[in-house]
């Protein structure tokens, strides 16, 4: 028997009034989220992400900087951010550290070039598994971005303070470059840092990290009944807030972003809104006012017509911009199946016209589209799951590839599918990547050193 829309969305609200009356009101610690796989890129030997490092940057902590539109619980000193969303945006910093007090520089670089298991397997990315921590949390400013608030004035002691650290930071690293995280559902505050920590980690720490939490649950009930879907548009301002605010405040040459699955909804809905308030500026002008890098969508759920009214938008305002998509997401399947919208933009349809997608792309040269499944006859193995931008280890390779080089697709290990600007993850991939970077560095340095520069 087939439930219909009203009778699942009946059942989700009984099961949901259940899970609120069993949890209670106690909260408990997040279990410490273990550090993603090592790229291949770095496990082949092609590369080591951390031999230029000075001597006092050799620590197993790393200092990121936060955005959340989340509740702040507790002191300024130590905040911890909860579930309840407001209009303030809340900026700090924060301290994350790469396995126990124990743990030293040396074993954390083993650790971090240990080679994953099969990259078919659903093993642990790593024996032993290093577990990520967030030691400190310390807010510098907040300001209120409902619109009652009005225009934005001279910035704050605290807002100076933020802007500060964030340029001593930049100071002190080879690219001067910010990479912003916006992750998805069923996340907390202490993921969005950690997650910002590894990505930044395995970018060679020579970039900075600013992690933007928005307040989603840490179910998948608020999100089916569309509770957090709503936050998700209620989250939109203020990250146009935190974007308008880092172009204008911070020295970074480069402003990435990486958004995961929901997180989608509020980046394309912030970038679209961003290029309809500044319409009067060419796609130069935009980029020269934002200085957004890469733009990278990774498992994107956010409705595919949603998200294709606003690409031209997102195009215009991003220096590069990239879609994973996979055909064997379950979550974003569920998405289609339970919830409004249809089609993910992170799902691969199963029949693409190849006239239709020219048009669709037609005028787009700055878009490339990643199919992990693609070759996968070839390669003897899929690329599945919801997480495989990070936990796949040829998926969070081409990420940094993506960021840390800004080679072409084909120029990074990529190959193409056949089909106007989709590439896909060759059986050979790990020896194309390793000859890509080997050849940037050489075209860099004139010495071929191995390290990112």
Known sequence: MRFSRIQFS????????????????????????????TPVLYSAGAIDPFAHLPDDQLTTDLRVFYATNRVPEGPSTDPQYGNDIGTVLHLGGAGVRFGDETMTWAELVSASMQAPPNVASKASYREPEVPLYLIETHELAAFDTSPASGAP???????????????RQLEGVLDKQLIVYVHGAKQN??????????????????????????????????????IDVKRARNSVEPLIELIEFLAANTDADKINII?????????????????ERNSQLDEQALQEKFRLGSVIFAA?????????????????????????????????????????????????SKDIDPDQEKTEVAGLDKLEVIDVSHFQEERGFDITGHRYWYTHSWSNTDVLMNIRTGLAPEE???????????????????????????????????????QWQ
């Not at 002691?157 to 340029?167: D, H, L, T």
């Not at 950690?194 to 939490?213: I, K, P, Q, S, W």
């Not at 009214?309 to 998405?335: N, P």
């Open 10 to 37: 009946l059942a989700i609200n009984i099961l949901l009034l259940l899970a609120i009356a069993l949890s209670g009101c106690a909260s408990k610690p997040p279990a410490p989220e273990p550090m993603m796989p």
């Open 412 to 450: 990074r290990g990529l190959q193409s599918t056949g089909l106007e600007q989709i590439w896909g993850f060759p059986p050979d991939y790990p020896e194309r990547v390793s000859t890509a970077i080997r050849q940037h560095l050489q075209a860099q340095t004139g010495s071929g050193k191995k």
């Open 153 to 167: 004035g001279v910035l704050s002691a605290g807002e100076q303070q933020f802007a500060a650290a964030i340029n």
């Open 300 to 348: 994107a759920d956010v409705p595919r017509d949603h998200f294709s009214e606003r690409l031209r938008g997102i195009h215009a305002i991003s220096a590069r911009l990239t879609i994973f998509m996979s055909d064997d997401d379950s979550v974003l399947k569920f998405g289609q199946e339970m919830m409004p919208g249809g089609q993910r933009t992170g799902q691969l």
């Open 189 to 226: 505050f202490y993921k969005s840092m950690v997650f910002t920590a590894e990505v930044n980690h395995f970018m060679g720490r020579d970039l900075v990290g600013v992690g933007y939490a928005w307040p989603t649950h840490q179910g998948i009930i608020e999100y089916g009944i569309g």
């Open 259 to 275: 958004c995961w699955s929901a997180g989608a909804r509020v980046l394309s809905a912030a970038l679209a809104t961003l290029r």
